[in-house]
């Protein structure tokens, strides 16, 4: 299904216009944001109806308004309930797709995205049971399935639809109960790395040169529960712990590039369940979403890797919870999952890392998941 580009235009210029989608609070200069303010753009999140799994794409203007909102449907289905994952939303690193995980009918879609809006280009078995995570970088694409043993199965990007790789089905550290959160390649494409919550593990994989995967590597997490992480552009892991509210960050050396060695272990948010992590373009700022008191948590990185908390409470949805988080590719707007409202809530990037409330869009549909922003 592809949107038509006049009318998806008329809605923004309209809805925009009318304010009937979205707030706008200021865009400060001081807080990162330049006179016109940030470049617009959209963000990305799913339904997960398990009547049929559809992708909400939802403009972002300038002023940091939010709205119009288009629903465009992903031809699988989802679970109709939540994900415990991070990553069921993703775009690429090029911008120009959208994968979305189905859960309910064990599949992946992928969506062209243009000017025009977006087309679903292809609907692929996902390579197991119960898909909750998707991860892709120049091309490669890893999904984890969290259903039966659970596993994490690789494909070749060709224009939007997607070939299985041979040799990259593997399985986690354990067969079925493990609770596996994320997945999600390095910034080198060397590694790939899944979360596992019920046994505190990260667990590596190497990747070769045409994509497939070697066997599972575990390594004890430095904090308890470990579920959402980010790499940064330096391919450090930074993740986030809900046991305790925690976030740890990690290096590969050049003699284990495929085994995360601590570099800051298990740094308090002093918040509740920190289960999301997003990092700055330019790995100055990490954040982590704490759906038990319904917040931003800001860090500050060193050259070095070290996390040092900045703000527990950086930012907050009120009582809407803290789902998936996303940030746009220019660094300056963080949009945040709020799943008890529920609603998505932009905010201004500061250059000092502080958050500043811009833009909500609310009325979205129970149970939505995943989150992605160009």
Known sequence: ????????????????????VGSAAHADS??????????????????????GNAVIAIGRASSGALGPIATVPTGGLGSGSGLGSQGAVTLSGDGRHLFVVNAG??????????????ALASVRDSGGLHPISVSERDGLVYVLNDGGSGNVAGFRNHGGTLAPIAGSTRPLSAAGGTGPAQVSIGTESDVLIVTEKNTSLLVSYALAADGSA??????????????G????????????????STLSTYRFADAAPTVPAVVSAAVPTGQAAACWAMVTPNGRFVYTGNAGTSSISQFALDG??????????????GNGGAGDMAITVHGRVLGILAPRTPAVLSFAVGTDGTLDLIGSATGLPAGVVGLAAN
Not at 2 to 12: A, V
Not at 30 to 51: E, I, L, Q, Y
Not at 106 to 113: A, D, K, R
């Open 229 to 244: 992480f980010v790499f940064d552009r330096r391919n450090r892991l930074l993740v986030s712990e809900a046991g305790a």
């Open 1 to 20: 299904m592809t949107l038509d580009r006049r009318s998806f235009n008329r809605n923004i210029a309209a809805t925009l216009g009318l304010g009937l």
């Open 214 to 227: 070697g066997p599972p590597r575990a390594t004890r997490s430095a904090g308890a529960t470990p579920f």
């Open 105 to 118: 009918s064990n599949s992946v879609s992928t969506f062209t995205v243009g000017a025009s809006g977006l």
């Open 304 to 317: 070095q890797g070290h996390a040092t908390l900045v703000a527990g409470a950086a930012a907050t949805t």
């Open 30 to 51: 001081a807080k990162g944001a330049d006179a016109g303010g940030p470049p617009g753009g959209s963000f990305f999140t799913s339904t997960n109806s398990a009547a």
